[in-house]
C-alpha cells in the first residue's frame, strides 16, 4: 500500500492550452479575402468614383493579396 | 428477364440529375410540391433528434462500472469530443464547452448519415438551411464568448494584427472580412456542398447506370460497371460524412479558443 504511486501521466485537463492548430483554414481565410476586400474596394473605386474600368480593382487585389500574406506571417508566423 | 424489368425500371429514370432532385415531394399533404409542410427531410430531420436524445437516455439510462456495450459507445462518443476536441484545441477551459461540441458531433454526424441510409439517402445537411443555423449558432457563440471575456477589447483582438500602425487601415478589413464574414460562411458552406455532391455524385452513378443501360442493351456492362462505383462511393460517402462532422466541431472548437485566448 505505501508503495502505491498516483498515475504519472498528468489528467489531460491539465495540459497547457494548444497553439491554434487550424491555422491552415485561417491562412486561406487571409489570402483570399485580402484579395476580395481591397479588390472589392478597388472595383467600388473604378465604378462609381473614377470611371475606370478596372485598374484599380488590380491594383486593389494585388494589395490585398500582399497585406493577406503579411497577415498570415504577423498571425500565423512563429 | 432481368434486363426486360430493369428496362421498365428504368423507363422513365430523369438524367441528368439537377437540383430539383433535392425537392422531395412532401408528406403532409401526401406527394404536394407547392405546399410542404412536412417533407422527408422534416422527417429526417426529427428523426435524428429523436434517435440521439433516446440513444443517450438509454444508453446512460443506468451507467455501470464495466459499461454494456451501449454505454461504452455513449461514453467512447462523448470521450472522444471532450479529449480529442475541446480539451486539446480549447484547453483547460474547453471541459465546459463539451456537452455542445458533443452535441453538434453527433448531430451533424446523425445528419450526414442519412445519406447513405438505405431508403432515406439524402441528406438534411444538402439543404443549406441546416448548415446556416448550425453555423450561425457557433458564430454568435465565440463572438458572445469573446466579448464576454474581454469585454470591447475583443474588437481589438480580433481585429487589430500586431502591425506598425499605417500598416493597420489595409489589414483591418481583411480581419473583420476573414474574422466575421468568412468563418460562419465558410462553415456552412464546406458542411451543405460536401453533402450535396455527395448526394448527387450517387445519383450519376445510380441514374447514369440506368441511362445507359436504356439507351443501348450493349451498355450493360458499363451499367454495371457504374453500379459498382455507386457501392464504393457509398463507402467513400461515409468517410466524407464522419469528415465533415469532425471539421465543423474543430473549426468551431478552434474558434471559441480564439475568443478565449489571450490578445497576441
Redesign the interface.
Known amino acids: 500500500m505505501a508503495g502505491q504511486q498516483p498515475p504519472s501521466e498528468p489528467p ?7 497553439i ?3 491555422g491552415g ?2 491562412a486561406i ?2 489570402l ?3 484579395m ?3 479588390g472589392g ?1 478597388g472595383w467600388l473605386v473604378d465604378h462609381y468614383l473614377l470611371g475606370t474600368k478596372g485598374i484599380a480593382m488590380g491594383i486593389g487585389a494585388v ?2 493579396g500582399a ?2 500574406v ?2 498570415i506571417a ?2 500565423l508566423g512563429a | 428477364m432481368t434486363g426486360q424489368t430493369l428496362t421498365v425500371l428504368a423507363a422513365d429514370v430523369p438524367f441528368p440529375p439537377s437540383v430539383e432532385d433535392f425537392y422531395l415531394p412532401s408528406i403532409v399533404p401526401w406527394g404536394g410540391h407547392a405546399d410542404t409542410w412536412f417533407t422527408k427531410i422534416t422527417l429526417m430531420l426529427w428523426l435524428s433528434v429523436a434517435i440521439l436524445i433516446i440513444f443517450f437516455m438509454v444508453a446512460y439510462r443506468k451507467p455501470q462500472l464495466v459499461p454494456s456495450k451501449k454505454q461504452w459507445l455513449a461514453e467512447s462518443i462523448y470521450g472522444f469530443v471532450r479529449n480529442n476536441i475541446a480539451v486539446d484545441m480549447i484547453g483547460k477551459e474547453g471541459v465546459r464547452f463539451a456537452p455542445y461540441l458533443a452535441t453538434l458531433f453527433c448531430f451533424i454526424f446523425m445528419m450526414n448519415l442519412w445519406g447513405i441510409i438505405p431508403f432515406f439517402q439524402i441528406s438534411p445537411n444538402s439543404h443549406i438551411a441546416f448548415p446556416i443555423i448550425l453555423a450561425l449558432i457557433s458564430w454568435v457563440l465565440f463572438i458572445y464568448l469573446g466579448f464576454k471575456k474581454h469585454g470591447v477589447g475583443y474588437l481589438k483582438i480580433a481585429l487589430v494584427p500586431p502591425a506598425p500602425w499605417f500598416i493597420l487601415p489595409i489589414l483591418v478589413p481583411i480581419e473583420f472580412f476573414s474574422n466575421f464574414i468568412v468563418r460562419p460562411f465558410s462553415l456552412a458552406v464546406r458542411l451543405f456542398a460536401n453533402m450535396f455532391a455527395g448526394h448527387m455524385l450517387l445519383l450519376v452513378f445510380t441514374l447514369g447506370g440506368f441511362a445507359m443501360i436504356n439507351s443501348n442493351a450493349l451498355l450493360a456492362p458499363v451499367s454495371v460497371l457504374s453500379w459498382l462505383m455507386t457501392i464504393a462511393l457509398t463507402f467513400l460517402d461515409f468517410a466524407i460524412i464522419a469528415l465533415q462532422a469532425y471539421v465543423f466541431t474543430v473549426l468551431t472548437a478552434s474558434y471559441i479558443q480564439g475568443s478565449l485566448a489571450e490578445g497576441h
Open positions: 489531460k485537463d491539465d495540459a497547457p492550452p494548444p491554434n492548430s487550424s483554414w485561417t481565410s487571409y483570399i479575402g485580402g476580395l476586400v481591397w474596394i494589395i490585398g497585406a493577406g503579411y497577415l504577423r498571425r
